[in-house]
């Protein structure tokens, strides 16, 4: 019989069972999911399917030199990553924490030209209008944008606050030709995009410079060749055997050529201003300053880089001689060099085909304002 003493008991049992029920529980879906380990960002591989749309033209020469870079990136842990204080590190150091490489990327849809109005003035000349319409209406949906003397200055300290230094190079350049390559570099190395001379026509869009065949998360940048002089008297008119152009280059930003030349440029400036020379410097030596002699030999630096390519792997160091009468795409790393044609049309020299030629991309009017007339034709 249930008394009333027992009913009391069995009511406590009752209540310390459920108390007991209610504090123990199962794992909740956070604890089950079991810890992961440190991930690395996938690597590069050669035929897999491209993520573009871009139309095919020609296919990729390979050679023996077609060697994929070696530098490693970065562990990421999931985590925010703690700030460094690069005030003290070199400047190479400083330029790749501030403006990270990352070849998976997609090139970014910037257009970056120079001059000394933009064309919302009347006082930007209508013989350029033209050109510079060519390459918004080749590129719908890409931010184009011609950056003047003034607005390049405050562009660019926004973007290298944190390396003061190469500001300070910036702005004590003697000419505003040495201005104009630099900022180049610069804006490409902070944001990539393709970078084009204001005097330069788009005769097809970006998305037709390379091949179907290669990815583009593989390749980071795309430079075409000015020069190919096959005659004994080639260095009386052209700095290198094989020149590499600078009036039209794409690059993701970061990408470790711009790096380099932008440090180059950045300590042989403040090497110069510390010396007393840059008063009296000439403007002859600009293609070697700041011009397609310097920007072509840091690019063959970086392709001979043990830091960036496995050395072993090719016959070689890589020479002009790879480059020679080339008439389609090559890919060495994750570089692609187009011909001749492709950024020189219509020279009728060199092995350059003509305006309508497949391979045609860009067309040069080779003002050269900045030069003597008489000078003109040197270097391009």
Not at 64 to 76: E, F, I, L, V, Y
Not at 148 to 168: F, G, K, M, N, S
Not at 340 to 364: C, L, N, R
């Amino acid at each position: 019989m249930l008394t009333f003493r027992r009913a009391l008991l069995v009511a406590a049992v009752f209540i310390t069972m459920l108390y007991l029920v209610t504090r123990t529980h199962a794992p909740s879906p956070m604890d089950q999911i079991p810890p992961q380990a440190e991930s690395w960002p996938a690597a590069n591989k050669e035929g897999h399917t491209t993520r573009t749309g871009y139309t095919p033209t020609t296919p990729v020469s390979r050679t023996g030199s077609d060697r994929m870079p070696q530098a490693k990136k970065p562990k990421t842990h999931g985590q925010q990553q703690l700030l460094q204080d690069m005030s003290r590190a070199p400047l190479k150091d400083k330029l790749a924490y501030q403006f990270p490489y990352d070849v998976e990327t997609k090139f970014p849809a910037y257009i970056w030209q120079t001059w000394r109005y933009t064309p919302a003035s009347g006082d930007f000349g209508e013989n350029l209008r033209p050109a510079e319409a060519s390459w918004s209406e080749k590129h719908p949906g890409f931010v184009h944008e011609v950056i003047t003397d003034q607005v390049a200055v405050h562009l660019l300290r926004h973007l290298y606050v944190a390396v003061p230094e190469v500001l300070e190079a910036y702005q004590s350049l003697p000419l505003p030709v040495l201005k104009a390559d630099f900022f180049r570099y610069l804006i490409l190395l902070a944001r990539g995009g393709i970078y084009s001379d204001i005097d330069t026509y788009a005769l097809k869009s970006a998305a037709e410079w390379l091949p179907e065949s290669v990815p583009r998360e593989a390749i980071g940048l795309v430079i075409g060749i000015e020069a190919d002089p096959d005659r004994e008297d080639w260095a009386d008119w052209y700095s290198r055997r094989i020149q590499f152009c600078q009036w039209t280059i794409q690059s993701k930003p970061g990408h470790p050529v711009l790096r380099d030349v932008v440090a180059n440029i950045t300590q042989e400036t403040l090497k110069k201003k510390k010396e007393g020379s840059l008063k009296s410097f000439k403007g002859n030596n600009v293609i070697e300053f700041t011009g397609p002699a310097l920007w072509t030999d840091t690019i063959f630096k970086f392709l001979n880089d043990d830091k960036y390519f496995d050395m072993n792997t090719g016959k070689g160091n890589i020479t002009w001689e790879d480059f020679t009468g080339m008439t389609t795409a090559k890919k060495v790393g994750d570089v692609v060099i187009l011909p001749i044609t492709s950024f020189s049309p219509g020279v009728q020299q060199m092995g350059a085909e003509d305006y309508d030629h497949p391979m045609a991309f860009v067309k040069h009017e080779f003002e050269g304002t900045w030069k003597p007339e008489s000078e003109r034709h040197i270097g391009a």
